[in-house]
């Protein structure tokens, strides 16, 4: 899938499910899981134990399911995930070579940033997508649309602490997509292998993003 497929999938789907598991084997049930919920992306963190393979893994056994890779903080991380076939790479702060790299290599950078000249400087560098981390201990809604005031143009991922209860006012507050961990892929669903649950909140972060976006944005 070209960059800016990959692209425009995610922001159709607008949540960004961040696998941080602690085994490769639930790495690849929680990815299954979130799938059959109807959200066909997922972000194996580099935390995971045997990332790579499991990125490998689904990109063979799931082409229907976008597969990235998340918390890459190095160039040579970032090349082993491009051989594995990686669709996109996300990072949680902003280092310059990775989206540089990215760039080169032509595939979807989102970079991590907090301040506004952080998010003016990944955008400028090449990163089409900003994912603002972590969100909620900033201000949360609040923060994202603060930052798009004086950047509308920058399509932003909000993650770190979003919820059921926050995810709406985080997408009406001006967010592209939704980065999401343990609230959508709980440690317990994964532990006795409850698949049903997984998909379950898929489905349920899923029509909160739909619902959001359908009403007028709180700026208007």
């Not at 003016?120 to 649309?145: D, H, M, N, Q, R």
Request: proline share 7%; glycine share 10%.
């Amino acid at each position: 899938m070209k960059k800016e497929e990959v692209l425009a999938k995610i922001q159709e789907i607008g949540i960004m499910p961040g696998i941080r598991t602690s085994s490769a084997e639930d790495g690849r049930f929680a990815a299954e899981a979130i799938a059959k919920g109807g959200i066909p992306i997922v972000e194996i963190t580099m935390t995971v134990p045997k990332a790579i393979d499991v990125i490998s893994g689904m990109v063979r056994n799931s082409p229907n399911v976008i597969v990235g890779a998340g918390t890459v903080l190095d160039l040579e991380t970032a090349r082993r995930c491009l051989d594995a076939g990686v669709g996109f790479l996300t990072s949680p702060g902003l280092d310059l070579k990775i989206v540089e790299f990215a760039v080169k290599e032509n595939i979807l950078m989102i970079a991590g940033a907090m301040t506004p000249t952080e998010v003016i400087t990944a955008w400028k560098a090449g990163s089409e997508l900003v994912k603002v981390f972590p969100c909620a201990p900033i201000g949360g809604p609040t923060y994202i649309k603060a930052l798009r005031g004086p950047f509308p143009q920058v399509p932003m991922i909000a993650a770190g602490g979003v919820n059921q209860e926050t995810a709406a006012d985080f997408i009406l507050a001006g967010a592209a997509a939704l980065g999401i961990g343990g609230r959508l892929i709980p440690k317990v669903a994964i532990e006795h292998r409850q698949p049903d649950k997984i998909s379950e909140l898929a489905r349920r972060f899923l029509r909160i993003v739909q619902t959001a976006r359908n009403k007028p944005s709180r700026g208007n």
